[in-house]
Structure formats: C-alpha cells, structure tokens
C-alpha cells in the first residue's frame, strides 16, 4: 500500500492527504471489503507523521462509512457498493452553452423608462441602518427563531395602522398577512380550496406578471375591458368571474383612477351572489400629485368580500421584498387552516427594520419627498414631450403614480419600435406588452407605459430625443 | 346646502373638511345626479375660506368621481350608484374573537431545546452592517430594479464558489436559484410539469414541513424507512419513488449520516431508469464537529439527477429568508421556461450584503466560531444528560448538526410530555412529531429532538433539571 505524503502542501492538512489516498484506495479496490488498514501506530511511524494525522484520517473515513472499527481489533474496509454504468457516457454534467447567461448588466442600458423601477438616489439609507441597528438591538431574539406564518405581530400592527391612516383600510393586525412579494401570497390565497375552480377577471390591459400567475395556476382568466369609469361592470356581469383582480386607485397600466359609482357597482356585484373576492393590487396609490390619495375600495367595503394588497416595492423598494394583504376574517380563517406550518418568506431583519423606520417618520419623510420629486420629473416630462410632438401625441396625463401612456402617431410597428429602443439602449415597454387577449393594434398609433422613477432632471430632454428617433 | 368648517380643527385641513361635507351630501343624495355644485368662488366667499380650498376640494371629489366638470359651465354632481343590501346585516366585519391572536411571545418560554433556532448572540452585525454599507454603495441601481428571476449574477458567483469550496458541490453560477426558503424553491420545481404526477419518497421520520408541502401539492408521499447505512434503499426499490427527498449528510430528525455505500446505491438506482431525480436537503451539514464535513451526494453524481437544496438559515439566521438550489442544466432548462417572469424573493439588500459578508472572510469566520461555540454546548449538554440519566437514557451522539436524538426511559406518554414541557416553559419538540406514517409508537421510550443552538453554557445544568421533572 503506497501512500503520497507531501508535508510541503499547504492547501491540505496531512490528515487530509492521508484521508484522501486511502479513500482512493478503496474506491479503486486495491483494499477489498474485510481487509484491515494498518495500525494507527504503524502507519503513523511508516509516514514519519503524527499518529493524530492518522487518527483523524480514519476518523472522517469512519464517518463517511468507508471502514468501520471493531474494537480492540482495529478498522476494516467496509463493502462499497460500485457505480454502475460509469463507462456510459451519461448526461454531460458540464453547463450546456445554450443555458449560459449572457451577463445582462442594467448598466447597458444609457437612459430607462421602465415603470418597474423606484429611485434609490434619494433614499434615506443613514436612517434605514439606523433602524436597522433599532431591530437588531431589540429583536435579535425572535429573530433566532422562524417568525409567525403571517410575520412578527408588533411589524403587523405597524402595517394595520399605517394602511388605515394612508389608506382607509380597516383592518386589525390580525389580517395582515405579510409575504415577499404580491404575487406569492396572492398565489397562497387562491391556491385554497375555497378558490377551486375560479375564474378570475382582470383588467385588460392588465398587469401582465399576475396574469402569467393565474394562467401557471390553471385558472380561467377571463379579461374585461375598460370604460371611462374603470372596469366595464357589464362585462364582469356578463363573464361571470368569481375573482376579479383589480386596480382601482391607478389602473395598471392605463393609469385611470375608477369612480365613486363603478367601486359600488363592483361592490355590489360582490356582495350579490355567494362566494365573490375582489382583490384590490393597491401597488402604487402611495403617489398621487397635486389631489390627495384616492381612498381604497376596501375601505367602502362593509361585506368583507375585499382582499386588499399592498406594498413596500414602490415607496421604498422592490428590493425589500416586503408586500402584504389583508384579509376579511373568513378568508383568514381558511388561510390560518391551511397555512399554519409555512415559513414567512419576508426578511424578518428587514421587516424590523421597516417597523423602526415607519415608526420614526422616516417612511413618511420619504414618501414625501418621493411624492415632491417624481411630480417634478414626472411634469417636466410630461410637458417636454408635448413640446416635441405637439399633436401627434396624446398623454393621458393622471397625475398619479410612476408611470403615464402616452399615445404616438407613428407608422412604426411596436417590434420595430422595441428592436429600435433596444438599439438606443432605452429601456421602454409599450402597451402592447399589457394586452391580455388577442384583440388588433391600433394602426398608426404607438402606445408606451412610460416610467420616470429613474430619470433624472437632466435626462429629460435627451429622452425626449432619443424617443423622438424611436417612435 | 349647510356645510360645517371648523377652521380650528388642526387635525384636518380646511379643503379636506369641504370635501368630506360635500362628500357626504352627495352620498346622502341631498344633492342629486345633474345638480351644480356653488361655484368656488361663491362658496369660498360663504364659507369664508381661501378659493383654494374649495379648489382643491373639488379637484379631489373629481379625482374619485363624485363630480364632474364641464368647462366654462362648473360642476355637477355625478349619477351615484347607491349600496345595494346595506339593510342587510351582511357578514360582520368586525374580526371574530376566535380570530383573535393569543400574543405568544417567545420570551414566554424560559428555556428553549427548539432544533429550528440559531444563535444571534455572537453573530457579528457590526461586520454585517459594514457589508450592507458597501452593498448600498456599490449596488444602488441594480437594487432600483427587479432582479433576475433567479437571484443576481455576482450573487450566484459567490454561492457556487462557497458551495464548491465547502461541500464539494459542482456547478456553475448559472444553476444556482436563489429564494426564500428551502420550500418555496422546491415548490417551483416539483411544480414543473416534468414532475406532474410524481411519486416522492422520503425518510420517515423526516422533515414535518417538507412533508406537509408534499401534501398540499397533492403529491403521494411515500415514507422510507432508516436503516444502519441511510435511507433503506430496499424499500425506495419496491416503493418505487420517482423523486427521494432526503437529508444525506445528517438525516433530520435522527441526525444519521449516510454512508458512502449507501450514497452510491442511491446515485445508481437514479441514473438506473427513466427520469429520477434526488433532492439533497443539505439544511445544516456546515456544523460538523470532530471530523470534517462530509462531501455532498451532489459531489459524486456525475449523472445529474441530484437536486443540491443549500441555505444560510442555519449558519447565519433564518430569519433572513435566502435559500438556493444548485439544479442539474436539464432541470435548469425547464426552470427558465417556467420562471421567466417571477420576482425572485429574497432581499436583494440582504443578498448583497451576503456577498460582501463573505467576501470579506467574514462568513468563514462566524462559521469557524460558531462551530466551536455549538461543539461546546452539544458536548457540554451531552454528558449532563448522561450524568443525571446514566443508563436511563441513550443519546444517538453523532458529533454533527444542531440538534441530536435522546432517548429515556420514562413511563410517560408523548401527549404527556408536550404538556408538561409547556407548563414548564419548555420549548421542547419529541421524535413522534416527525413520524410521517402512522407507525406504533415504542412503548416506555420517549426519544425527544434535543437542539442546542440557543441554550446558554449556564443554562445548561437547569435545563436538564427540568428535562428530568418532564420525562
């Protein structure tokens, strides 16, 4: 039995070199099963090491079942069963090249009108540690252990009274149900047996990640259009859903605000007949400019038949992962029964912190300064376009929320429109992405969801231009 | 039409007061549909307020649809859908008392033998904070944006790099998936229709909430019982799983190490046929005391059927909520077409900071030092136990994990033990818990989960007190 000791290696202990020849002399079977190894003593004198290296050796080749020790005798090679079919040449374990990522770097992009994102510039990242270190100091405790179902009580209470006072919703903190994303917990939601079967109308066009999620949830997905009141309530009554999915405060992504009369006519249609939800993605309400905030329908909704959704992703941001809902009590009932053995998948660090961070003012102090910035950029935007286009664009100018439509004539097709976009290294998603039935284009018209979360005063203009060459 | 201004009111403001006046005489029908509203200046003049106020009143009913405006004319009161079935005492929405949450803080217990802890008391936040700063610094813009469905790029670096490093595991940055937990990414995957009807099996006992997932995803589960070497590759044989969900290197609950042997058994009875897959849970082999880790199943499959499941839950907290599967490229290939459009859900901030933390040497160092913390408290509880028990009790000492089986003698009955835990504040869990069949119980035994990660070295003798007054 020859053994290779380099005493000159430093990237491998002894014990580990000895570890290592022995495993491949019985994975090799130049030792059989049955055959002892040699005293600890006697191989330890023969490598001229210590007889700790040996022992500790034998020790991780007991522990990985290589031998075993029958006391007072010595270690034995246990039987180790063979790969079989190693000579076949199986599944390449190598990465194939197709599945390589290409490195997409956000950096690619020179200007972004995405209405995904939020603006960090401003973010009051000295007072989030501050709070941060707040959680820390108080709740390392629970934070050793795996948090409520629903998250820690104390950040719920600090949601159920933020969303009453922002947003009317009336709620105990009991309701809340906080998750790392709307989708998630949405999904939760209509995964119970309660929503076997369900069709779900939405918005159309509509919010296009939640519509994938119904479809990979093999629910119907009945789409309603929208009139100037919001949803079309004469569709939804004819289409029959039980769930509706909307986005009454600031349509996504036509940006319309539904009525007073269209949210009692959908309230009425929910409390008429047996088991109807609607789910209200409140996503982005937080950012109303130059009116106050439109109260959420959840607030009007006396029949419990609300499920209200809310978020941190846009205040603060999506990176966070922090969204909530609030359920009517039956619907907590049943999610209680079926969810009481998951793991809350928020970041618990993070939601102590959020808690300390709200509770300081600092939240609010943001969402007024988010609220002061964006009505700037989003105005100058606004008002630039119009300067440059005149009447060949129509803007549907709500002043709410971090993305508008605007309508351009043009005799581009919308891939051309994309492919062209992407040449200028814009970031631009167009209506059309939204659609959630096959109903034609309109001709000659180019509609885009513009965001301006990320542009910067100074970048007006030379978007506006580069639109220009695009559209 | 009488409206109440109380200028004195500092709680509201005076255009909020109009709205709310005027909101309610529309509501209450004492305006009808068509009726004007006073024009602003008229009314301002009445009331004896700012024109501005009444301007931004009546922006704001416009904004919600209470009104509407026809230029050079004024306002109107709009046609108000009236709440249909308000007589009607609907379902109250009040929240039941039943619904009501028993605050159960954990400071209620005194004493805590909970396998799900991890201990915060060393954990160096200092360092954490130090990283989250740099993570602030250099990420700003990407943390602006969505990231990408499986977690960011240089993120997925550093975690195949350390899993490479630590168990051996090999695999690219690209296979690399990361989310909020163990269960929800093993949902995604099973979820895939490559996994439609599938058959699980898994050690029994075994992971309660791996088992409870398996269930609610109407997948059959088959219990595999433990043998000497691992999981009994007998029965996985005549049971005929398609997919093993195991826990090779330190079974949870029993805390056995699978033997290599066994490990290649189970490599080849999935490359054997068709399309097998094995799940590695390797929830917490980074603690291994005495002798080195044992290499992952992943490490030796060079047929790709194994499914590696990692997580820092256990090396830093769960409460952090990342997770990550390594997927074989075939695997990886379904998952991109399934998952193009989710949101990942974990903290990009905390991912970020996850980065740098190890990066920094940091994580190496925590582990190092909690490895050495937990071997002195497992040791330490190990042998009171045996003192007070002598050979009352038989301790399965696998110098791994954090958390370890006993068994006692005791003429106790588990619903018994349970009880008096509680009454004792005792965080304690017992075997029986984790039985997924409905196998007889050992008469006199009571073999208890005994985790040690929150037990303080002073804690130690009188918990062990109290563990005698249970069993």
């Given at each position: 039995m020859i053994i290779h000791i380099d005493k000159?290696?430093?990237?491998?202990f002894v014990y580990q070199q000895i570890y290592n020849e022995l495993r491949d002399i019985i994975l090799e079977k130049k030792l059989s099963a049955g055959d002892p190894l040699p005293p600890k003593r006697r191989l330890a004198s023969e490598l001229k090491v210590s007889i700790n290296s040996v022992t500790n050796a034998y020790e991780q080749l007991l522990a990985e079942g290589y031998i075993y020790s029958k006391e007072r005798s010595g270690y034995y090679v246990e039987d180790i069963t063979q790969f079989t079919g190693l000579e076949q040449s199986g599944p390449d374990n190598r990465l194939p090249?197709?599945?390589?990522?290409?490195?997409?770097?956000?950096?690619?992009?020179?200007?972004s009108l995405s209405h995904m994102s939020t603006n960090l510039?401003?973010?009051p990242f000295k007072a989030w540690i501050k709070s941060e270190k707040l959680a820390i100091e108080h709740h390392k405790d629970e934070m050793s252990d795996i948090s409520h179902p629903q998250g820690p009580y104390m950040v719920r209470e600090t949601i159920a009274k933020l969303v009453s006072l922002n947003r009317g919703v009336v709620c105990e903190p009991e309701q809340v149900v906080i998750g790392p994303g709307t989708q998630p917990l949405i999904r939760q939601v209509l995964d119970m047996e309660e929503f076997k079967n369900s069709t779900v109308g939405m918005e159309n066009p509509g919010y296009g990640r939640m519509h994938q999620l119904f479809k990979d949830m093999n629910l119907d997905v009945l789409p309603v259009s929208l009139d100037r009141q919001g949803l079309n309530i004469d569709e939804v009554k004819s289409k029959k859903p039980n769930v509706l999915y909307i986005t009454?405060?600031?349509?996504?992504?036509?940006g319309k605000i539904m009525t007073i009369s269209r949210r009692i006519e959908i309230l009425n249609w929910a409390a008429a007949s047996g088991v109807r939800y609607v789910i209200e993605d409140?996503?982005?309400?937080e950012f109303k400019y130059g009116t106050d905030n439109i109260p959420s329908l959840q607030s009007l909704?006396?029949?419990?038949?609300v499920i209200y959704s809310g978020t941190f992703s846009k205040t603060l941001t999506s990176s966070l992962r922090i969204s909530y809902l609030v359920l009517p009590p039956e619907l907590l009932r049943a999610y209680r029964a079926n969810y009481s053995s998951i793991i809350q998948g928020s970041s618990t660090l993070n939601l102590f912190t959020l808690h300390y961070f709200i509770k300081s003012g600092e939240y609010d102090k943001h969402l007024k300064r988010m609220n002061h910035y964006y009505e700037k950029i989003r105005s100058a935007l606004v008002k630039e376009i119009k300067n440059q286009y005149k009447d060949r664009v129509e803007i549907t100018?709500?002043?709410?929320?971090l993305h508008f439509i605007a309508k351009f004539k043009s005799g581009k097709s919308y891939a051309e429109v994309e492919q062209k976009a992407k040449a200028h290294r814009l970031e631009l998603y167009t209506l059309?992405?939204?659609?959630?039935?096959?109903s034609p284009t309109e001709e000659d018209r180019i509609s885009l969801v513009i965001g301006?979360?990320?542009?910067?005063e100074e970048e007006i203009r030379p978007v506006v231009d580069v639109l220009k060459q695009i559209v």
């Amino acid at each position: 039995m020859i053994i290779h000791i380099d005493k000159s290696d430093n990237r491998r202990f002894v014990y580990q070199q000895i570890y290592n020849e022995l495993r491949d002399i019985i994975l090799e079977k130049k030792l059989s099963a049955g055959d002892p190894l040699p005293p600890k003593r006697r191989l330890a004198s023969e490598l001229k090491v210590s007889i700790n290296s040996v022992t500790n050796a034998y020790e991780q080749l007991l522990a990985e079942g290589y031998i075993y020790s029958k006391e007072r005798s010595g270690y034995y090679v246990e039987d180790i069963t063979q790969f079989t079919g190693l000579e076949q040449s199986g599944p390449d374990n190598r990465l194939p090249k197709d599945l390589k990522e290409e490195r997409v770097q956000r950096e690619s992009y020179q200007y972004s009108l995405s209405h995904m994102s939020t603006n960090l510039k401003l973010f009051p990242f000295k007072a989030w540690i501050k709070s941060e270190k707040l959680a820390i100091e108080h709740h390392k405790d629970e934070m050793s252990d795996i948090s409520h179902p629903q998250g820690p009580y104390m950040v719920r209470e600090t949601i159920a009274k933020l969303v009453s006072l922002n947003r009317g919703v009336v709620c105990e903190p009991e309701q809340v149900v906080i998750g790392p994303g709307t989708q998630p917990l949405i999904r939760q939601v209509l995964d119970m047996e309660e929503f076997k079967n369900s069709t779900v109308g939405m918005e159309n066009p509509g919010y296009g990640r939640m519509h994938q999620l119904f479809k990979d949830m093999n629910l119907d997905v009945l789409p309603v259009s929208l009139d100037r009141q919001g949803l079309n309530i004469d569709e939804v009554k004819s289409k029959k859903p039980n769930v509706l999915y909307i986005t009454p405060s600031h349509q996504f992504p036509t940006g319309k605000i539904m009525t007073i009369s269209r949210r009692i006519e959908i309230l009425n249609w929910a409390a008429a007949s047996g088991v109807r939800y609607v789910i209200e993605d409140d996503y982005d309400s937080e950012f109303k400019y130059g009116t106050d905030n439109i109260p959420s329908l959840q607030s009007l909704d006396n029949k419990t038949n609300v499920i209200y959704s809310g978020t941190f992703s846009k205040t603060l941001t999506s990176s966070l992962r922090i969204s909530y809902l609030v359920l009517p009590p039956e619907l907590l009932r049943a999610y209680r029964a079926n969810y009481s053995s998951i793991i809350q998948g928020s970041s618990t660090l993070n939601l102590f912190t959020l808690h300390y961070f709200i509770k300081s003012g600092e939240y609010d102090k943001h969402l007024k300064r988010m609220n002061h910035y964006y009505e700037k950029i989003r105005s100058a935007l606004v008002k630039e376009i119009k300067n440059q286009y005149k009447d060949r664009v129509e803007i549907t100018d709500i002043p709410a929320g971090l993305h508008f439509i605007a309508k351009f004539k043009s005799g581009k097709s919308y891939a051309e429109v994309e492919q062209k976009a992407k040449a200028h290294r814009l970031e631009l998603y167009t209506l059309e992405r939204f659609k959630i039935d096959d109903s034609p284009t309109e001709e000659d018209r180019i509609s885009l969801v513009i965001g301006f979360a990320k542009l910067q005063e100074e970048e007006i203009r030379p978007v506006v231009d580069v639109l220009k060459q695009i559209v």
